[in-house]
């Protein structure tokens, strides 16, 4: 029984024992865990007071932003009721004026209603007083004037008769004349019709006549050729190697033209004929040939476009984004224009610009007129920069005859100094040559007077 017991009381012992350890190690888990919990706690109540910060300068500078936009938006209310008010004192201003003006135009319709009326009455009270004095003067004037006038009548049948032979002479001259001008006339029209079936047969001949239509228009356009725009100039890339195409050919627009600035912008032009279409449409005699050949002639625009286009002279020249087509012939492009509307913009979408003679003008006009400003703005800096030079070798010449004048004075010092030596004070050399003098030293000259004015000897 006793053993029993002493076992009971040792298994208790054991499980107290037990029971304190597991409580124990429980007991420390729980208090790191919940360590671990208050220092996530701290680090989020940390984190949390660092957004609460931010939150706070955040709506300070909104609140801030919010005062200076509320400033902003009384500004333009102020504004705008100022703006209403002028507004609403100009409509009444405009309103009052078109009352006066409707006034004065009424008025001014009456005047000139009564001023036509008694106009009407005066011409008709004048044309009687005067018919009646006509009619009695008429009778006795009337044989006066006409019997001049019968003589010169005849004077002036003789005249004529006279001047009809004479003009039957010169009549026949002038027929011949007219019979030779018709001739010259016939030729010229032989030769236009020869020009114009050169131009229509041969496409180099055709392009020849489109680059000097160009050339002839760059001369007249006040830009200077080889330093504002070069003809027939090849590319050729930094390295000076020449740009070929993807044929393998040269590259060499017709223009190339040259913007004022350091920045490199240049232009390309391009002279593109479309004429042998052109000229089928004017000389088509039903409207079902003009519609065939002006359908051509867009086409073959169209397709100079697209061969410019694919040249992409833009990439290599310049900073130009497009690239100028020429059409030499006005009413060719005005056909084309007019045939298909969204031409330019077919156009331009293929970084090509159209244009004609009398657009190409107007184009190089501004561009003349930029390198005109060039040189002039040019021509300021230059002044400005001779201005500079001519301002700082004159502060240099102020400087040195500050410099003399300083050197001068101290010339001027010394020699004063040196003179006082000489002339003033006891034992001046002055008064000791005279002295030798005075006793007995023979000599030729005499000291000028001027030198002894101040002398004072022992």
Known sequence: MAGILIGIVVALCVAAVVFFVVYDSRRKSWQQAQAARDAVRESEVAELKVRNGVLEAQVNSCTSRLAELQAQL???NRERERLNREKGDLQARN??????????????????????????????????????????????????????????LEGFKKTVEETYSSE?????????????????????????????????????????????????????SGLEKDREYFIQETLRDDEGHTIQSAEGRKMRPDVIIRYPGGDNRQMVIDSKVSLTAYVNYVNAETPEEAAAALKQHLASVRKHIDELANKSYQDYVGKGDHV????????????????DHSLWQYAYDRRVLLLSPTNLIAALKLVADLWQRDKQTRHAIDIADEAGKL????????????????????????????MKKLKNGTGNLIGRVEKLKGMGVKAKKNLPATTGDDESAD
């Open 74 to 76: 009384d500004v333009a």
């Open 324 to 339: 100028m087509m020429f059409v030499p012939n006005e009413a060719a492009y005005l056909a084309a224009m007019q045939a």
């Open 391 to 418: 301002y700082d070798k004159f502060a240099g010449f102020v400087e040195d005859m500050e410099k003399i004048g300083k050197a001068l004075g101290t010339a001027n010092t010394t020699y004063g100094e040196a």
């Open 95 to 152: 309103q009052v004026l078109a009352e006066n003006m409707e006034v004065q135009k009424q008025e001014v319709q009456r005047v000139r209603q009564e001023m036509n009326n008694e106009f009407k009455v005066l011409a008709n009270e004048i044309l009687q007083e005067k018919s009646k004095s006509f009619s009695e003067l008429n009778r006795e004037r009337l044989a006066e004037v006409l019997n001049p006038l019968k003589e010169r």
């Open 168 to 220: 039957a002479r010169e009549r026949f001259s002038l027929k011949e004349q007219i019979k030779e001008l018709v001739e010259r006339s016939e030729t010229i029209g032989v030769e236009a019709k020869q020009l114009t079936q050169a131009l229509r047969g041969d496409s180099k001949i055709q392009g020849d006549w489109g680059e000097m239509i160009l050339e002839s228009i760059l001369e007249k």
